[in-house]
């Protein structure tokens, strides 16, 4: 909650050099609520309304369990997904 401004500024100034997609690395990402969720969905819609796309990669297994709850791997393209277990 208290990092998404940062969030929203940092894609924001990626935004103005008007990039195809943006590749938003949550590697280091240990936790992330509904302020983060609905900061990466605006980010994502405002990629779509300018003919581009945002994509998640390198989620931690708990991130994706998040994404996959509330159904935003559906809409948005999630790279680097651990392999499932055999």
């Known amino acids: 909650m208290s990092s998404a ?3 929203t500024n940092a894609l924001e100034a990626v935004e ?4 195809k997609e943006i590749v ?3 590697a280091e990402l240990s936790f992330m609520d509904v302020t983060g969720l ?3 969905l605006d980010a994502a819609r405002r990629a779509r309304r300018a003919g581009g796309s945002l994509a998640i990669a390198n989620p931690l297994p708990h991130i994706i369990r998040l994404l996959e709850l509330t159904a935003i ?3 948005l393209q999630v790279l680097g997904r ?5």
Do not use: K
Not at 16 to 19: I, N, R
Not at 82 to 86: G, T
């Open 16 to 19: 103005a050099h008007h990039p």
């Open 73 to 75: 791997d559906q809409t």
């Open 24 to 26: 938003l690395d949550l």
């Open 82 to 86: 651990p392999l499932a277990a055999v």
């Open 5 to 7: 401004p940062l969030l």
């Open 38 to 40: 609905r900061t990466i």
